[in-house]
């Protein structure tokens, strides 16, 4: 493994939570890339793994009292929150995510992260419920504000048998993180912008109704931290999606098609484009002001749409500061080749990447809305590129590298 973290100290944090077991996993993983990792393990978080565990990965005494006064003698919290270049919290409980959203300090380790001045990156793990209450997301909203880095969770089956957000990110994952945070930087992608779109939009009906499609977002997001990862300054624009922001990007979230190409307009100028959201074909004409009320005609409401802006093809079609490189989806269950050729000739974009919604199962595993799975086919000029199944991960990191080759190629003919 390479010696990305070579120098780097890591002050890693264990709260606690079944997930607690992994960060002895992401202890080895950071030693093995040549970081010092030191430990602070919650009251509750030595429920789930032990300092004996802990600090024989990471080779050091394991940090447990606020009040120890041998700690306080040895390396007090402020120097062990300074002396790290990274805090990272794995697992983080929505009760440590609570404290440190109102700057709450009664144990070492919420003592450490209000008395540091280092970057802090915290890798959630809770019950679905629990994430998705709304204390969780106002505290979300919050870290995230103050600039914590935040990575996962993931989606799968929990310890508790429920099933949905709120698997910790897994240890390769956080490390990936801590690289893209202290690693040398650069990347094939470093001084790039991207703008990556996904998700869903949502059409307002009146103030209480909208019309919206099932686009999941998985694909849009794990592009835009994909590219990230690259190097590349990312600012992903999303509709409303149940997933956390992906990692490294900058995220803006907007409603309507309209609200998300205004921010897209705004990022102009960028050097990639990548439409993935699902952006609703219509709008409505007359958005009334007032919640539409049943019975005060005698006749049902009608509907009346208008065409909403198409992204794509006003990226692609943009003079001047168009940019260098715009690609688009494009869903289809028959002729999926041919139409993407069409697509790309019509929108004038330079790639358009095909998902083949048509699979034998009826694209429950492969497709666009909600599976993990993706089969795409890559549509350019050049020809046609067809890749096998993969997990829209593995779509995405496929996709940037091409991306990356695409500019390297450029850089070299220029
Ligand atoms: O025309 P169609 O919706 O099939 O095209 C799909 C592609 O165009 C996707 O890349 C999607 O993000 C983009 N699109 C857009 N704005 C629209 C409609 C589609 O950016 N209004």
Redesign the pocket.
């Known amino acids: 493994m390479a010696e990305f973290l070579k120098d780097k100290r890591i002050l890693l944090i264990v709260s606690g939570g079944i997930a607690a077991y992994k960060s002895l996993e992401l202890v080895r993983l950071l030693t093995k890339s040549s970081a010092t990792v030191r430990a602070i393990l919650t009251s509750a978080g030595s429920e789930f793994v032990t300092p004996l565990s802990l600090g024989s990965l990471t080779g050091d005494r394991v940090y447990t009292d606020l009040f120890d006064l041998t700690d306080e003698a040895e390396m007090g919290h402020i120097e062990l929150s300074r002396d790290a270049d990274l805090l990272v919290v794995a697992p983080a409980t929505a009760d440590l995510m609570a404290k440190m959203a109102n700057g709450l300090c009664n144990d070492l380790a919420s003592t450490a992260l209000l008395a540091t001045d280092k970057p802090v990156l915290i890798a959630p793990a809770m019950n679905v419920r629990m994430w998705e209450h709304t204390a969780t997301r106002r505290n979300l909203a919050q870290l995230s504000g103050d600039g914590i880095h935040i990575i996962g969770p993931n989606e799968g089956d929990m310890a508790c048998g429920e099933f949905g957000f709120g698997r910790m990110a897994e240890p390769a994952e956080i490390l990936t993180a801590i690289e893209a945070l202290l690693g040398p930087g650069g990347g094939p992608l470093k001084g790039r912008k991207a703008l990556v779109?996904s998700g869903p939009t949502r059409e307002a009906i009146d103030p209480v109704r909208y019309l919206a499609n099932r686009s999941s977002g998985k694909q849009g997001h794990a592009i835009a931290a994909a590219l990230a990862r690259l190097g590349a300054d990312v600012t992903l624009v999303s509709g409303p999606v149940a997933i956390p922001d992906p990692f490294g990007a900058k995220t803006i979230h907007v409603e309507s098609?309209k609200e998300m190409l205004a921010a897209c307009q705004e990022l102009s100028p960028v050097d990639i484009a990548v439409?993935?959201?699902?952006?609703a074909?219509w709008g409505i004409a007359d958005l009334a002001g007032q919640k539409i009320k049943k019975g005060k005609s005698s006749t049902t409401p009608m509907l009346k749409l208008v065409e909403?802006?198409?992204?794509?093809?006003t990226l692609s079609n943009k003079s001047g500061n168009r940019p260098a490189l715009v690609i688009?989806?494009?869903?289809e269950t028959e002729n999926v080749i041919e139409h993407a050729r069409e697509?790309l000739a019509r929108?004038k974009c330079d790639w358009i990447i095909a998902n083949d919604v048509s699979l034998p199962d009826g694209g429950k595993r492969s497709g666009v809305m909600g599976s993990d799975h993706n089969r795409v086919h890559i549509v350019s000029g050049d020809g046609v590129d067809s890749w096998p199944e993969m997990t829209k991960a593995e779509v995405a990191a496929g996709l940037a590298a091409r991306i990356a080759e695409q500019f390297n190629t450029q850089d070299s003919e220029q």
């Open positions: 779109t098609a439409c993935v959201a699902a952006v074909d909403n802006p198409d992204i794509l093809a688009g989806f494009a869903a697509k929108k």
